[in-house]
T-cell receptor, first 115, second 109 residues
Framework: DSGVTQTPKHLITATGQRVTLRCSPR?????VYWYQQSLDQGLQFLIQ???????AKGNILERFSAQQFPDLHSELNLSSLELGDSALYFC??????????????FGPGTRLTVT | LAKTTQPISMDSYEGQEVNITCSHN???????ITWYQQFPSQGPRFIIQ???TKVTNEVASLFIPADRKSSTLSLPRVSLSDTAVYYC??????????FGGGTRLMVKP
């Protein structure tokens, strides 16, 4: 158990819909990262937040957005869903912010299926 | 971004030592080398991290030559439960982890 929690574990929805994935980092960790893992594209970094502020952006689509709240939990919002958005979405946390190299702790993931 | 190259797959037998080599020719001065392990439908798990020479912890060793253009993850006496995908990463500024394809290790009885 990494200490990172993600809800829900599974989500099935239809194309065009919007969903919200939730992540609670390990106690004391200030950074939250979101990753997408699909069969054909491997594990892709989406976005990082540090203490409530966006710190780094990866391959995140404009239809996707995220935020980190004052209690440090984070939400990833996916809208206008397409079949290709079906994937495992992982959240990770670490103590670090920018310019530091620290271990990231990954949650169990949310499996999103778009039908 | 420093790109990494590692074998797509490897087979081994229980009790053997497994060495997985990763090349990262354009690694930057401030980059660290980190290895993660991932089981199916689970999030990656940190194994080991190093900057140069040799690092050892309770599960693995990491060997990094002086030029740092490659690194080798060594798993001593593997068991069936070590069957997983192993990712070699080079940590860039800003803490973005760039995962490549990884190496699928299959441990056979």
């Amino acid at each position: 158990d990494s200490g990172v929690t993600q809800t829900p574990k599974h989500l099935i929805t239809a194309t065009g819909q919007r969903v919200t994935l939730r992540c609670s980092p390990r106690s004391g960790d200030l950074s939250v990262y979101w990753y997408q893992q699909s069969l054909d594209q491997g594990l892709q970094f989406l976005i990082q937040y540090y203490n409530g502020e966006e710190r780094a952006k990866g391959n995140i689509l404009e239809r996707f957005s995220a935020q980190q709240f004052p209690d440090l939990h984070s939400e990833l919002n996916l809208s206008s869903l397409e079949l290709g958005d079906s994937a495992l979405y992982f959240c990770a946390s670490s103590v670090a912010g920018r310019d530091a190299v620290y271990e990231q702790y990954f949650g169990p993931g949310t499996r999103l299926t778009v039908t | 971004l420093a790109k990494t190259t590692q074998p797509i797959s490897m087979d081994s037998y229980e009790g053997q030592e497994v060495n997985i080599t990763c090349s990262h020719n354009n690694i930057a001065t401030n980059d660290y080398i980190t290895w993660y392990q991932q089981f199916p439908s689970q999030g990656p798990r940190f194994i080991i991290q190093g900057y140069k020479t040799k690092v050892t912890n309770e599960v693995a060793s990491l060997f990094i030559p002086a030029d740092r253009k490659s690194s080798t993850l060594s798993l001593p006496r593997v068991s069936l439960s070590d069957t997983a995908v192993y990712y070699c990463l080079v940590n860039n500024a800003g803490n973005m982890l760039t995962f490549g394809g990884g190496t699928r290790l299959m441990v056979k009885p």
